[in-house]
């Protein structure tokens, strides 16, 4: 056994932060990791620790014209060809994959080569380019208990490990739930890595249906895309408030550390994050998502009484005002819905998963000896 192993992550760093966080754990163990990715991928991985980074060529097809889909299919192909020319100079001891089309080619590639692999669904829901090779890996591994769309033939193979969280994550989570003797409620507006328009329509306009007294208690801070941040900012400043808005944070686990209310799209990161850290949110899924896997998230962490899930269309700045109403109120549920939001955190994901990167590639050796 050669004692390394090829992360396959790309496309968003919704991804790619679970790749970085068993990287990390695998380190610890000993383990040689190196990255294949794509180029969209490249400004979330420049610090990822691995000893090399390739890029491999994908694309998605879904969506668009059938010439668009051809040329899609061309370029994995395209992809796949190089992946497998890498693994077999390289010859890793196990390729896990994190989901997205950017994992086809090197998990396909390490499949037909016969190297051990192991997919990652971060949602409660396993998405297309998973359900593609769920079939052909070793392993499949899951952010949720109640893994959604995988065969009844295929459930043998699943191992519930959790989300993998990066280390700001677990030191954001030994911060204590923030002090609510001030009367002051600090807000946290995220619309994950992509932004989120909606977020930028709604909670300025929500707040200013707020009565003055209300509105100075609040400590807001909120991303918005960066066409949307000027207006954003002006909202605010015409109310008096002295909110903190950017296109993105880099310290977001901190963020959320620091907040008592978080209102957020439903991407498994977030939700994820949501709970390890323990903090109270308002999740609206996005709706255009084919698979719905924002919902299957978001109904995850509602269930257990640490989050309530509101649907986009019906996310109007009159139910917002009223929620956080309610939550300067009553700070006390607040509190409450952190606790079950900790309760239902996975912190040693990354290590689970380790784990089950070594049992697979044990087994490997097993056989070949």
């Not at 990255?35 to 980074?53: E, I, M, N, Q």
């Not at 033939?153 to 609510?180: C, E, K, Q, Y």
């Not at 109403?325 to 994901?349: F, H, I, T, Y």
Request: charged share 15%; net charge positive; with cysteine.
């Amino acid at each position: 056994m050669s004692g390394t192993v090829l992360l396959a992550a790309g496309g968003t760093g919704g991804h790619l932060f679970p790749a970085e966080a068993l990287a990390i754990a695998l380190a610890q163990r000993g383990v040689q990791v190196e990255l294949a990715t794509d180029d969209r991928a490249l400004r979330y991985g420049g610090a990822f620790p691995a000893s090399a980074v390739h890029t491999i060529a994908s694309a998605t097809p879904r969506g668009g014209s059938v010439l668009g889909k051809v040329m899609a299919a061309f370029t994995l192909a395209q992809g796949t060809l190089s992946a497998w020319m890498l693994l077999r100079a390289r010859r890793p001891s196990c390729v896990i994959g994190f989901g997205g089309y950017p994992t086809v080619p090197p998990v396909l590639a390490a499949s037909l080569l016969g190297i051990p692999t192991i997919i990652h669904d971060q949602n409660a829901v396993l998405g297309k380019a998973n359900r593609f090779l769920s079939g052909r890996v070793s392993a499949i591994a899951c952010g949720f208990p109640n893994l959604g769309g995988v065969s009844q033939a295929l459930r043998a193979r699943v191992n519930v490990t959790g989300n993998p969280v990066r280390p700001a994550v677990i030191d954001a989570a030994t911060t204590p739930f923030p002090d609510t003797a001030d009367g002051r409620l600090r807000l946290l507006v995220t619309g994950g890595s992509q932004g989120a328009k909606v977020m930028s329509d709604i909670v300025p306009a929500a707040i200013e249906l707020l009565s003055p007294t209300l509105r100075a208690r609040l400590v807001i801070v909120q991303q918005a895309r960066g066409e949307d941040e000027e207006r954003v900012r002006a909202a605010y400043q015409s109310m008096s408030l002295a909110a903190e808005v950017a296109p993105f944070f880099k310290d977001l686990p901190n963020r959320i550390a620091q907040a008592h209310l978080v209102i957020a799209r439903s991407g498994a990161s977030t939700v994820s994050e949501l709970a390890v850290i323990g903090r109270p949110s308002i999740l609206v899924p996005f709706p255009f998502a084919l698979d719905q896997d924002q919902a299957a998230n978001a109904r995850e962490l509602a269930q257990t009484g640490a989050a309530q899930i509101i649907k986009q269309d019906q996310f109007s700045p009159e139910w917002l005002a009223a929620r956080l109403e309610a939550a300067m109120n009553e700070p006390e549920s607040l509190r409450a819905q952190a606790a079950a939001a900790k309760a239902a955190g996975v912190p040693d994901a990354a290590d689970r998963l380790a784990d089950l990167v070594m049992s697979v590639m044990a087994r490997a050796t097993e056989k070949s000896s």
